[in-house]
Nanobody, 124 residues
Framework: QVQLVESGGGSVQAGGSLRLSCAPSGYAYSSGCMGWFRQAPGTEREGVALILIGVGYTYYADSFRDRFTISQDNAKKTLFLQMNNLKPEDTAMYYC?????????????????WGQGTQVTVSQ
């Protein structure tokens, strides 16, 4: 059974930084695609950043390219999202997702595994 456990969320002031982590269990982590999505109340879940496991290719939604960095620690089999210069509009629940296909997509329905989410709140 695959489980994705996120951590690292919290409350920060605008301009601050947070580093989210996603620790998968039961997931091969040798291939496939993992990524971060977020959802604010009343909005649809949107993609933030993706990474092709093993190969290391990264993909960013345009809104986050300059401030967020996705990375992987192959030794610890952990996924990270470094978020800098946070803005109040970044307030949302952030989810880690994984799919076993060796390609990345922004389509949330293509991801079979999701974490429970970690809340990020950015205040003025």
């Amino acid at each position: 059974q695959v489980q994705l456990v996120e951590s690292g969320g919290g409350s920060v002031q605008a301009g601050g930084s947070l580093r989210l982590s996603c620790a998968p269990s039961g997931y091969a982590y040798s291939s496939g695609c993992m990524g971060w999505f977020r959802q604010a109340p009343g909005t649809e879940r949107e993609g933030v950043a993706l990474i092709l496991i093993g190969v290391g290719y990264t993909y960013y939604a345009d809104s986050f390219r300059d401030r967020f960095t996705i990375s992987q620690d192959n030794a610890k089999k952990t996924l990270f999202l470094q978020m800098n210069n946070l803005k109040p509009e970044d307030t949302a629940m952030y989810y880690c997702a994984a799919r076993t296909y060796t390609s990345c997509t922004w389509d949330t329905t293509a991801y079979g595994y999701w974490g429970q989410g970690t809340q990020v709140t950015v205040s003025q």
